[in-house]
């Protein structure tokens, strides 16, 4: 069984494209996504596109997609949220349709698969705690321990913080963490799509590369709030993993900070 994972498309519907493109020549058997689906320039057809995928494609929830709903549903009470990101939430939940939005309300948040030679796969959007918990490459082991703890699976597929890394966990079994990254907004090395490949042979951190002159241009035309800059800085350019590495784990404290004084 081949299983293609792919996190994080953001609305970027020239990025998702081609993966799927590119998925055609190596025709996974499931193709699972991992949240935070439509939270950008094309929601509603990027989540048409992906639904055309029928039963070749199984879904998890992103904390982003819930907040698309909360949107939608005018109940949205996220302190936290910048008025920039409250506009663009308010962009794409008057571009999905009710439909779409009652099929993101219904996704579970975590999904367990098994592929032979691998063993069990958990996959969820940030970690099997919660849809927004962050951790990186950085993240003390300790902490990870506490994150992962009472994990049977033999693997972790994650995304959320939108670039690829592995962790390994010794003292939980050998237990194997996975970033898919990004497809449509990743924090990498260059431009393109990041995703995951599972197979019975292991896995493969893989990167498609598309047209993103052109993806810029359909981007800027769209109305997103924002998309000149979500075009200049994510899509022809992109953040490295280390930059984003360097935010994520400052977020990362803070949120382990405020549970400890729980």
Request: glycine content about 8%; hydrophobic content about 45%; charged content about 20%.
């Amino acid at each position: 069984m081949k299983i293609a994972a792919l996190y994080d498309i953001h609305g970027n519907l020239p990025a998702l494209n081609a993966v799927l493109a590119e998925l055609e020549t190596i025709q996974p058997n499931l193709i699972v996504i991992g949240g935070d689906i439509v939270a950008g320039p094309m929601p509603a057809e990027t989540l048409t596109r992906l639904m055309q995928l029928g039963d070749r494609a199984q879904f998890i929830r992103g904390n982003a997609d819930r907040e698309v709903v909360a949107a939608f549903d005018g109940t949205s009470a996220n302190l936290d949220m910048t008025d920039h990101v409250r506009e663009a939430m308010a962009f794409v939940a008057g571009r999905i349709t009710r439909d779409q939005r009652d099929f993101l309300a219904g996704l579970p948040e975590r999904l367990t698969l098994s592929v032979d030679g691998l063993g069990t796969i958990l996959f969820c959007h940030a970690t099997p705690r919660n849809d927004e918990e962050i951790f990186t490459p950085a993240t003390p082991d300790d902490r990870l321990a506490v994150i992962f703890a009472n994990i049977e699976q033999q693997y972790v597929v994650c995304g959320h913080t939108h670039m690829q890394f592995e962790r390994r966990l010794s003292r939980l079994g050998n237990l194997r963490i996975i970033n898919a990254g990004s497809v449509g907004m990743p924090y990498a090395d260059q431009p393109g799509a990041y995703w995951l490949l599972l197979t019975p042979e292991g896995y493969e951190h893989r990167r498609t590369a598309y047209d993103v002159d052109a993806a810029a241009q359909a981007i800027i035309a769209s109305g997103y709030p924002g998309a000149q800059e979500f075009a200049d800085e994510n899509i022809r350019t992109v953040p490295t993993a280390a930059e984003a590495t360097s935010v994520f784990e400052r977020m990362a404290e803070e949120q382990w900070a405020r549970r400890e004084q729980v």
